[in-house]
């Protein structure tokens, strides 16, 4: 609630300023985005569907939003180290493994978590490179 | 006349595609075969056969060709810690399953390639977080040696290790579809949703043609 109230304010401004053009921030939200969608189809995709929904009890969706904002500072790491043992998504338990994938970068695991936290239900805003660079220094 | 002509050649086009959609080809090998009925020489084309075999199911019951008697069924290779295709296949043949849930005509028969990981009762488990139960989609675990000979002869499909693969095995994706006398009838790509849309078109014809 705070958020949207939040987001019609700036948009308020927007118009009233009578900019057209978006800020550099916006900007940067959907560079991140686009580029996130693009690595989400390539690396989490097969697993967790177009849609987020994942498959059956074998991998969990990525709609719980309840989960994805409580682990948002865990995010980085669970795509960089992977994920094994019990959890519980939608009122679901899940005990399956997720492979580590420590090839992907700093900037491109943002441009993922910005994809995953703004798509399937969620609505988290930007998350950028520097942001997970901290989260990395802090993986469970 | 040139009206007529006309006439003829759109019907003959009309024929012959809705001839086209109630039979499937055959694939696979092919060899004519000579017989002597009645003191004359006929030669037939005899297709390419799924051979016998015989594998260990995720419930640890040999199953065989028998089991799929009187079957139309769809084959494919994967294995359960797989994360690149088999996630895409599995979630497009739930597809098929669901659409032929309880026909006892049609059969589904998954072969992993992991033989010294994918022992049944982790084909078991991996069954039951995809949410099948009973008997009609077959999980099956067969020999090292056969595994991979079996799926290129008698289906088709590549399947092999390879040290440079991350994973250390590498298949293709085909759902192979299989009539009622263990012939080859179709193969479609099952990381892609058209073609398997179109594999279930193919079911049904397969299913009245047999009905025929």
Known sequence: MKNSTFFILILFAFIVGGSSCQSEAELNYIRYYTTGKQLYESNCQNCHGNDGKGLAMLYPPLTDSIYLKKNKNQLACIIKNGLKGRIEINGQVYEGEMPAQAKLSDIEIAKIITYITNSFGNQQGLHDAQAVNQDLKYCK | ?212
């Open chain 2, 1 to 212: 006349m040139k009206n007529l002509l006309f006439i003829a050649l759109v019907a003959l086009i009309t024929a012959s595609c809705s001839h086209k959609h109630d039979k499937l080809p055959y694939l696979g090998e092919k060899e004519l075969v000579e017989n002597i009925v009645d003191g004359k020489t006929i030669t037939d084309t005899v297709y390419q056969q799924i051979p016998p075999f015989q594998f260990i199911n995720q419930d640890s019951l040999p199953v065989s060709e028998k089991n799929f008697a009187g079957k139309i069924y769809v084959a494919d290779f994967f294995f359960t810690s797989c994360n690149t295709i088999c996630p895409k296949m599995h979630r497009n043949m739930l597809k098929v399953y669901e659409k032929y849930k309880g026909n006892p005509q049609v059969g589904i028969l998954s072969h992993t390639i992991d033989i010294k990981y994918d022992l049944p009762y982790r084909l078991k488990s991996y069954a039951t977080k995809l949410g099948i139960s009973g008997n009609q989609w077959q999980f099956v675990h067969g020999s090292k040696d056969s595994i991979y000979s079996f799926a290129a002869k008698s289906y088709l499909v590549a399947a092999y290790e390879d040290k440079a693969d991350p994973q250390g095995l590498v298949h293709q994706g085909w759902f192979v579809l299989i009539d009622k006398q263990r012939h080859i009838r179709g193969a479609y790509d099952g990381t892609d949703a058209t073609q398997v849309e179109h594999l279930l078109q193919d079911m049904d014809i397969l299913l009245n043609e047999d009905e025929k």
